[in-house]
């Protein structure tokens, strides 16, 4: 059997036996392919990216829906701060310095887990005002680094199709406003989860 067909014959694999949760399907690729495996081969290094990849299954993304979620201006400036938050944690404890990905110069499993967040950073900006340069400028270099890497681009969805999964699923409003609007807006949010009128206060700042 020929490399190609025995990858093939893997990957042919999760059709019949289906797995779920990108971590346990990083795990599968690696040990499915070890030959390009991806898992560090010291232990202990190993052992690192495991706590790494644990903080931010545990925090960074829960601070992610928590935000993103978010309604009120009060919710999403408290949910801004608490991203910003866990992502300067988890750079200023697993980031190596000087390095172009987070454990050092080869791509790896912390950038691969990260990745798919960072391609929603689009929307943050766009609806919450999220800068990475909040988390500081070395992360914000690195997002750089990720979003130009042909592989992420290959692999993710289009800014614009996460705009429409998460204005169906949570009620993204719009929070920018023409210059000489008022400054508060009554918005009706339809979705799948509920239908809700509110009134926000929109931020000066915001044009």
């Known amino acids: 059997m020929s490399v190609f067909s025995a990858q093939s014959e893997k990957l042919r694999s999760l059709y019949t036996q289906a ?9 599968y690729l690696d040990d499915a392919f070890p030959e390009n495996s991806l898992r560090p081969a ?4 190993a ?22 979620q978010a309604q009120e201006p009060e919710a999403q ?8 938050k866990a992502l300067r944690d988890l750079h200023a404890q697993w980031f190596l310095p000087d390095s172009d990905w987070a454990r050092g110069q080869d791509f790896g499993l912390v950038d691969i887990t990260l990745a798919p967040w960072v ?6 900006e766009k609806h919450r005002g999220f800068s990475a340069d909040a988390v500081n400028a ?11 890497r042909p592989s992420v681009r290959a692999t993710t969805s289009l800014p614009e199709d996460y705009e429409k999964v ?23 949010y339809v979705s799948p989860l509920r239908t809700q009128a509110v009134t926000l206060k929109i931020p000066p700042n915001r044009k």
């Open 19 to 27: 797995l779920y949760e990108s971590l346990v399907l990083l795990e």
């Open 42 to 45: 010291d232990p202990h290094e």
């Open 47 to 68: 052992g690192l990216v495991r706590l790494a990849l644990q903080q931010i299954s545990n925090v960074v993304v829960p601070a992610f829906y928590k935000y993103v």
């Open 77 to 84: 400036e408290e949910g801004g701060k608490a991203f910003v």
């Open 119 to 124: 391609v929603r950073f689009d929307l943050l």
């Open 138 to 148: 070395q992360f914000a270099a690195w997002t750089r680094r990720i979003l130009d």
């Open 166 to 188: 998460y204005r169906a699923a949570h009620s993204i409003p719009c929070l920018c406003r023409p210059s000489g609007s008022p400054e508060r807006v009554k918005l009706t």
